[in-house]
């Protein structure tokens, strides 16, 4: 079974209120985790017509502040589809009501996994991809899971080799000392 992606794709406004606030008046970055922890959710739930779970969140930048008294818009959308697991990628905006202003706040790629009802891995239905687009999306998943299977790899404690990267932690904030 194949899906088009916008059969699944989620969108939610809120309105930032003081008490998701943090001690500088900022929206505070947890519950923006939160939201986008729930809307990529829902929206893995929606194409796979099971309960999902968040199996990974790759890379989550804060380009904009967001403040109390805006709109929040999260959007999420099937970008790839394996057998079990799929990759939601969300964007968040705000949007100052006042103004209409609109900021690109981040957007991060959540990796989320089906399962039935005794908690095991089911498989998803795949993607259908008809659009530059779309097929822009999945390439992109798709290297970006190898590129983290690599850097796990390099980096295990058994393949690690210190005499490849002390140089590079000497130039840093760090006092070295073995």
Do not use: W
């Not at 929040?72 to 939601?88: E, H, P």
């Amino acid at each position: 079974m194949f899906k088009h992606s916008e059969e699944s794709q989620i969108s939610i406004t809120e309105l930032m209120l003081p008490s998701h606030s943090n001690f500088s008046g900022k929206i505070h970055g947890g519950h923006i985790l939160y939201l986008m922890d729930q809307i990529a959710f829902a929206c893995a739930s929606k194409h796979s017509r099971n309960y999902c779970v968040t199996a990974s969140v790759n890379k989550v930048d804060f380009l904009n502040p967001i403040e109390v008294g805006q709109l929040v818009t999260l959007k999420a959308s099937v970008n790839y589809t394996g057998r079990t697991s799929m990759v939601i990628g969300l964007r968040v905006e705000s949007e100052n009501i006042q103004t209409g202003e609109v900021k690109h706040c981040n957007s991060s790629y959540f990796t989320m996994v089906a399962k039935d009802e005794n908690g095991k891995n089911v498989p998803v239905p795949g993607l259908i991809l008809d659009t530059e687009q779309s097929v822009r999306r999945f390439a992109r998943s798709i290297v970006r899971q190898d590129q983290a299977k690599s850097r796990f790899s390099r980096f295990n404690s058994s393949e690690f080799k210190i005499e490849e990267h002390i140089d590079v932690v000497k130039a840093q904030n760090a006092q070295v000392t073995l």
